[in-house]
């Protein structure tokens, strides 16, 4: 029973970071702005190599020291900021918003499912991907303030 219900997490994992990478290339092909279009592009490739850790974990057996667990920054900006909807040529803040958001939401996914499973081999793998996540959050909100925000001569 328990060895099912790790199945079925890691399943839903790895439909979520398929779905991620769906998510960021579909949104590249209706922005113009070429740095947001590689940015995106780098965080699809980071989706991709989120959706392999889990598939080799199911597989294999895979350590959660194949993920390399870091300090964030949790700017919270996606909590206070409205998602802004998804339009042809949007505005590149708009894009790592919008990304922010989606981040926010995976974050949240892994977390809870991480608690659940306490110190577990599984919770520890669910809370790699949480902090994981956060990472991409963090550089979305970074990325949002940045172009939202612009450092002006004056300061």
């Known amino acids: 029973m328990a060895d099912q219900r790790l199945q079925q997490i890691?399943?839903?994992a790895i439909r979520r970071e398929e779905?991620?990478?769906?998510f960021y290339t579909d949104l590249i092909a209706k922005?113009?702005?070429?740095?947001a279009r590689d940015t995106?592009?780098?965080?699809?490739?980071?989706?991709?190599k989120h959706r392999q850790f889990l598939v080799d974990y199911r597989d294999k057996g895979c350590a959660v020291e194949g993920m390399r667990i870091s300090e964030v920054i949790y700017y919270k900006i996606a909590e206070y900021q409205q998602e802004p909807a998804?339009?042809?040529n949007m505005a590149s803040q708009d894009v790592f918003l919008i990304a922010a958001h989606r981040e926010l939401?995976?974050?949240?996914?892994?977390t809870e499912l991480a608690q659940l499973h306490g110190e577990s081999d599984i919770g520890k793998v669910l809370g790699?991907?949480?902090?994981?996540?956060?990472?991409?959050?963090?550089?979305?909100?970074?990325l949002y303030a940045n172009t939202a925000f612009p450092q002006t001569a004056g300061g």
């Open 86 to 88: 998804i339009t042809i």
């Open 40 to 48: 995106l592009t780098l965080i699809a490739a980071e989706e991709q």
């Open 105 to 110: 939401r995976s974050y949240q996914f892994y």
């Open 19 to 22: 779905e991620a990478y769906v």
């Open 128 to 142: 790699a991907m949480a902090n994981e996540e956060l990472k991409h959050k963090e550089k979305m909100e970074y």
């Open 10 to 12: 890691i399943a839903t």
């Open 31 to 35: 922005i113009d702005d070429p740095g």
